[in-house]
């Protein structure tokens, strides 16, 4: 079941929830949703798993971005609850229509919710049944194609549910009489019956959004009052009427449909498979180009050819232009609509933002990311998460499309490279000292991206600051690591506990910090040997000294030159910590040193790309070969060099 | 020398020419030039001098979880509503309080600002600080002791802000939810902000030179940290958002924005 259903301001208040489920929820799903996902621009993400204490819950939400209204639905995670998107697109129809920014209270909104609750619960009970019930079948994949859409495909979706609708009217006029004289469960069979003839009139009418509302009030009727018979028979006729009405409409599409529901009869187990065939067909028939629109939008483009496109399309840009988004979004604009309607539109403003008006921009801010090093997958849900940020708000006057979500996007990139936690490594160090324990920094990471060079850099940093620094020499694996780090010790006159090779790495760092808790260090740096994120013991072995040794800091060092592999090393470096950890409470990295960062020039992605798969922020910038190149991460310069 | 002369021949000449022209025109119309001349700057002026004394802006600030947005409603509205949840952008809203809604005359309404929390959205907070009239820090009083350490972090950024540090901006440390009987008292919850930041100081002062985000040093150098010491006056208060027992914090709103 639904456990809550919430509505909130961005700004943090409730003004909506649902008193009816009422059920108390279990620790604090709503604030971790906002804090670990919303916030960390992860809202392109389809739903959030939580996890307390004696409950897990999915949730799932929805922006309503003009308004700035958020709409999260909390469930069980074990009941894979079909129709929360549903109620939760209806809910943020219905109350949109009702907010009022000076308003609070919503205590009406109750009746409507209950309303939209039993709708969408009898829709997901259909979907269900489709699978037992191979008459309902037919009358139920319509049904399905009806409400996949969502507005801004709801014309195609009319035309796909009114041809069908409008052949298979005998069929489903059969079915209501038959289910009405049959059993009482059946009834919402009839109500798809209708349903079906709700969303025919309307995407007649060439508005395949209002069909949902129209739905409802049937469905109501019906669901509310009791059965009755006479009115039945009048919709059927009523149905019978129209279909004929639609039947003139889509003429064309109906040789094709025949074929199209003979499959349908035959292998009913591969049924959504062939509602897609469906999809395309009806398309085919309705109009071609807008096929290929919704065949882009559906499925995303073969790579193959979103690069092709891709690199034509800045090619262009750059021959004629050579500028930024801006006039690319522009010059689309521009084909379609005319000078004069795309000047007029900037200086009055544009109503509503679409996806679709969003989209070159967002593409070409993708481009100008990923040349930038960012990885491909991280650039992509960027601009998802700021494509969900923007839809539906409303642009200003006086201002482009390119530049709002430029803008947008600034601001996402900010937010991510600000640091969550607090990076100042000097106050827990202190803090460990008070305690009368080292301070244990553990620094990992792949081959060769420098962990030894760095090591003694940060060394050098700790000592310029009084701190008293211990190396301990762990990487007992590669021949001449252990001189190397006895070279820095001796540059830096700090102290080395070393043990040879082919010693066990967890034994030697354990050793190393009881011997500075001996002598009196304040800090152990552990060298590591450098691994591959895919080699399984090795991995196995890192994991067992981070349990053995219990690390204050685990530094995770990779190099900035690394482009779509940032993204593979650090999530599997946390995956194999989480997984290969014998304690039920995982170490993860909780901080990056970014390497080899004055080899890139403007190519700083690989900050980004670290930040966002790990969440752990950049403590340290490794940007020489001195014992000095030690930085901090700038956030604005990196975010102006990003978007440059 | 003779380059010199020449020049001063020439601009003599010039001061000639302009003094016969200003003599042609009548001097009705010269009177009436230079006053409007003075008129404008005067308005111009007035204008600048009202607009700095006009602040009427009040920042909320503080940790996450600590109940700002609830102390937002409660100053405009009276009431918490039906609850809140974790803030993703800034509430800020023009009005007059909530208590004073029932006095009689004419009094001047206060912008308020509600600035999230998180630690990814504290940039924010520098859009709204060089226009506040005074920041007030929300602290929870009850879950103090776990979160003492980013609140001073959070606290010790504030005070050494640019802005705040040059415009002496106000700084109210207001404890929250002391409705409970387990919260901790603003005395205790002041000595171990105190404490923290001294501890800060020496750590903050340490930190590289690339790191340019704290231009001022807190306090006096060699002497344990106190908010004495600070250049803008720095008080505490007590508070609960849930019951609405605010009106310390009204004292201070009033105190820096008059009605």
């Known amino acids: 079941m639904l456990e809550q259903l919430l509505i909130f301001t961005r700004g943090g208040l409730i003004l909506w929830s649902c008193k009816e489920l009422g059920n108390a929820l279990k620790g604090s799903p709503i604030d971790t949703l906002i804090r670990s996902c919303l916030l960390e621009e992860r809202s392109g993400a389809a739903s959030y798993n939580y996890d307390a204490p004696g409950a897990s819950y999915s949730l799932k939400w929805i922006f309503h971005n003009d308004l700035g209204l958020v709409f999260v639905a909390v469930y069980q995670r074990i009941l894979h609850l079909l129709y929360v998107d549903d109620l939760l697109a209806a809910v943020k129809r219905e109350f949109s229509q009702v907010y009022d920014p000076t308003r609070t209270v919503y205590r009406d909104f109750d009746e409507v919710f209950k309303q939209l609750k039993i709708e969408a619960e009898a829709r997901a009970e259909e979907l269900k049944k489709s699978y037992s019930n191979p008459v309902v079948v037919n009358g139920n994949r319509k049904n399905q194609v009806t409400w996949k859409g969502d507005g801004s495909e709801g014309k195609r979706n009319g035309t796909g549910g009114g041809g069908g609708g409008g052949l298979k009217n005998d069929g489903d006029g059969k079915n209501g009489v038959k289910s009405e004289s049959d059993r009482d469960g059946d009834r919402f069979v009839v109500a798809n019956g209708n349903n079906n003839y709700g969303s025919n009139l309307k995407s007649n009418g060439g508005n395949g959004n209002g069909n949902v509302s129209v739905n409802g009030k049937d469905n109501d009727s019906l669901n509310n009052g009791a059965f009755d018979v006479n009115r039945l028979q009048k919709k059927v006729r009523n149905k019978g009427g129209n279909g004929k009405k639609t039947d003139t409409g889509v003429t064309k599409a109906e040789p094709k449909k025949l074929v199209k529901k003979n499959r349908v009869w035959d292998d009913k187990p591969k049924e959504t498979k062939l509602d897609f065939t469906d999809h395309v067909d009806v398309d085919r028939d309705a109009d071609v180009d807008r096929k290929v629109d919704y065949l882009a939008k559906e499925q995303g483009e073969s790579m193959m050819d979103k690069d092709e496109v891709f690199s034509s399309d800045s090619e262009d840009e750059e021959e004629e232009e050579g500028d930024d988004a801006g006039k690319n979004s522009n010059k689309v604009d521009a084909k379609k609509k005319g000078w004069f309607s795309s000047m007029f539109q900037s200086i009055a403003g544009k109503a509503n933002l679409e996806k679709s008006d969003l989209e070159p921009a967002l593409k070409a801010l993708k481009d100008r990311l990923m040349t930038k090093n960012v990885a491909e997958e991280i650039a992509e849900k960027l601009c998802e998460s700021v494509a969900a940020s923007l839809e539906g708000k409303k642009l200003a006057s006086f201002t482009r499309i390119s530049s709002t979500v430029h803008t947008a996007m600034e601001e996402a990139l900010v937010r991510i490279l600000t640091p969550r936690r607090s990076i100042d490594i000097l106050r827990d160090v202190h803090a460990a000292k008070e305690q009368r324990k080292p301070y244990v920094v553990v620094f990992v990471g792949v081959n060769g991206v420098g962990k030894s060079t760095n090591l003694a850099k940060v060394a050098y940093w700790l000592q310029q600051h009084n701190v008293n620094v211990m190396m301990a020499a762990c990487d007992t694996f590669r021949s001449g690591a252990v001189e190397q780090l006895r070279t820095h010790a001796r540059r830096l006159q700090i102290p080395i506990f070393e043990k040879g090779y082919e010693k066990d790495p967890a034994v030697v760092a354990k050793e190393a910090i009881q011997e500075a808790s001996r002598n009196g260090s304040d800090v152990v740096l552990v060298d590591t040997a450098g691994r591959m994120q895919d080699n399984e013991p090795l991995m196995r072995a890192l994991s067992k000294l981070i349990y053995l040794n219990n690390p204050d800091l685990v530094l995770f060092v990779g190099e900035a030159l690394v482009g779509n592999d940032a993204v593979d090393q650090l999530s599997k470096f946390n995956q194999k910590l989480a997984d290969l950890a014998t304690s039920p409470t995982p170490r993860l990295i909780d901080g990056i040193l970014l390497t080899k960062f004055d080899t890139i020039d403007d190519k700083v992605g690989a900050a980004l790309s670290m930040v966002y798969i790990s969440g752990a922020p950049v403590m340290f910038v490794g940007c020489g070969q001195s014992y000095t190149d030690l930085k901090k991460l700038n956030v604005k310069s990196i975010v102006k060099t990003l978007l440059k | ?259």
């Not at chain 2, 010269?30 to 700095?52: D, E, H």
């Not at chain 2, 409705?179 to 603003?186: E, F, I, M, R, S």
Request: glycine share 6%; aromatic share 8%.
């Open chain 2, 1 to 259: 020398m003779q380059e010199l002369d020449q020049w001063k021949e020439h601009i003599s000449h010039l001061l000639n020419v302009a003094n016969d022209y200003i003599r042609e025109i009548p001097s009705d119309q010269l009177y009436a030039a230079a006053a409007i001349a003075v008129f404008t700057t005067l308005i111009l002026l007035l204008l600048r001098f009202f607009k700095r004394a006009k602040s009427n802006t009040i920042v909320l600030t503080g940790l996450s979880g600590s109940g700002k947005t609830v102390i937002f409603y409660q100053l405009k509205d009276g009431s918490t509503h039906q609850g809140t949840v974790t803030s993703m952008e800034p509430n800020e809203d023009t009005f007059i309080l909530h208590s004073e809604t029932l006095k009689k005359g004419k009094i001047k309404p206060v912008h308020i600002v509600d600035v999230p929390g998180h630690s990814r959205l504290r940039p924010k907070l520098d859009e709204y600080l060089p226009q506040a009239a005074g920041t007030v820090f929300v602290v929870d009083a009850l879950d103090f002791l776990p979160n003492c350490r980013p609140a001073s972090e959070y606290l010790y950024d504030l005070l050494t802000k640019g802005s705040v540090v040059r415009k002496k901006i106000p700084l109210l440390i207001l404890c929250n939810k002391t409705d409970k009987v387990t919260a901790h008292t603003k005395e205790f919850i002041c000595r171990q902000l105190e404490k923290e930041i001294d501890k800060l100081r020496a750590s903050r002062s340490a930190v590289s030179d690339a790191d340019v985000t704290n231009e001022f040093t807190l306090g006096v150098p060699g002497e344990p940290f106190s908010f004495k010491q600070c250049s803008n006056t720095v008080t505490t208060a007590d508070a609960s958002g849930l019951t609405g027992e605010i009106s310390q914090l009204e004292e201070f709103i009033r105190q820096h924005v008059k009605p």
